[in-house]
C-alpha cells in the first residue's frame, strides 16, 4: 500500500522560507517520478516541482530560483525548500508519485498523492 505524507507547511511572512517534506512508503522509491504540486482555493492543482524517473529535474517557470526539490532515496523521502515565499504561493502543497515517464508537469500522470500540508503567506 503506498502512502505519501507530506508535512512542514504552516504560516509565514511575505519573504520568509519553509521547507516541506513528504514521506513515501510502500514503493521503491528511485523508480518513480516525484513531484510537487500546490492547489489554491477556487484554482486547479498546478505543478510546482519534480523528478522525472530518468533523473531530471524539473520547475515551474514562476519558481524562478525561489524554490529547490531534493530526495533521499535512502529514507524515501522529498523535499521542498520554499523560499522567497510571496502571498501568492498560499496554497494546499501536495507531493505526487508517478512510475510514468515524461510529462511530469501533469497532475494526470500521477498514481499516487498525499494528503497535503497548507503553506500561508501573510503580506
Known amino acids: 500500500q503506498v502512502q505519501l505524507v507530506e508535512s512542514g507547511g504552516g504560516l509565514v511572512q511575505a519573504g520568509g522560507s519553509l521547507t516541506l517534506s513528504c514521506a513515501a512508503s510502500g514503493l521503491t522509491f528511485g523508480s518513480y517520478a516525484m513531484g510537487w504540486f500546490r492547489q489554491a482555493p477556487g484554482k486547479e492543482r498546478e505543478f510546482v516541482a519534480a523528478?522525472?524517473?530518468?533523473?531530471?529535474?524539473y520547475y515551474a517557470d514562476f519558481v524562478k530560483g525561489r524554490f529547490i526539490i531534493s530526495r533521499d532515496n535512502a529514507k524515501n523521502a522529498m523535499y521542498l525548500l520554499l523560499n522567497s515565499l510571496k502571498p501568492e504561493d498560499t496554497a494546499v502543497y501536495y507531493c505526487?508519485?508517478?512510475?510514468?515517464?515524461?510529462?511530469?508537469?501533469?497532475?494526470?500522470?500521477?498514481?499516487?498523492w498525499g494528503q497535503g500540508t497548507q503553506v500561508t503567506v501573510s503580506s
Open positions: 523528478f522525472g524517473r530518468s533523473g531530471g529535474t
Open positions: 505526487g508519485a508517478t512510475s510514468a515517464f515524461g510529462a511530469v508537469a501533469f497532475p494526470s500522470r500521477y498514481n499516487y
